[in-house]
């Protein structure tokens, strides 16, 4: 299986902050964005794996600034590296008023999504990812990482185990 660079699945996407996805403060509702995010990084992830997808994980997403009501947000999505049957996608925030102007940082997060045979509806193994730029070579870097932290967060790896985070538990 052949691998795909990071700019074969990218993704973005735009949404204008309307009253009804916002709170009685009025500004985006933070489940709004984070259905968003999940839609963005799917449809990325999707198009690497070149298969249907399922959300697997979300890494922890704090909500750094207010998106008010009538703004545009933008929404990237980035493969950063894939597993066996996994991949890893980075779904990073901004907004700015109608005009484009005033840009700002909302926030980010990593997704994690599972490749799923369309017939019998099991994991498949998805293509490797390809970093070409500095940026992308060290998401894909420190994604090890971020694997490990996942999956001792969720039980699935002990603290003993976790090779890429063994400096964090030596005493």
């Known amino acids: 299986m052949q691998g795909k660079k990071v700019s074969d699945s990218e993704t973005i996407m735009t949404e204008m902050i ?5 709170n009685p403060l ?25 298969t249907h997808i399922a959300t697997v994980s979300v890494d922890h997403v704090s909500f750094k600034k207010p998106i008010p009501l009538g703004n545009v947000i933008t929404i990237k999505a980035l493969v950063t ?6 991949v890893e996608v980075y ?5 700015s008023d ?3 102007q005033n840009p700002k940082h909302s926030n980010d ?11 019998s509806h099991r994991p498949l193994k998805v293509p490797e990812v390809v970093p070409i730029t500095m ?3 060290r998401r894909y870097d420190a994604a090890l990482k971020r694997r490990d932290l996942r999956m001792l967060m969720s039980g699935r ?12 538990f030596e005493v």
Not at 157 to 168: P, R
């Open 26 to 50: 009025h500004n985006l509702m933070g489940g709004n964005l984070l259905r968003w995010m999940d839609i963005a990084a799917g449809i990325c992830a999707g198009k690497h794996c070149n």
């Open 109 to 119: 997060a990593y997704f994690t999504f599972v490749g799923i045979d369309d017939i």
């Open 135 to 137: 940026e992308e070579k």
């Open 98 to 100: 109608i005009k484009g």
């Open 157 to 168: 790896l002990k603290a003993k185990d976790a090779k890429e985070l063994k400096t964090l």
């Open 81 to 86: 590296r894939a597993f066996n049957t996994s």
């Open 18 to 22: 309307m009253p009804n996805d916002t």
């Open 91 to 95: 779904v990073e925030v901004s907004f």
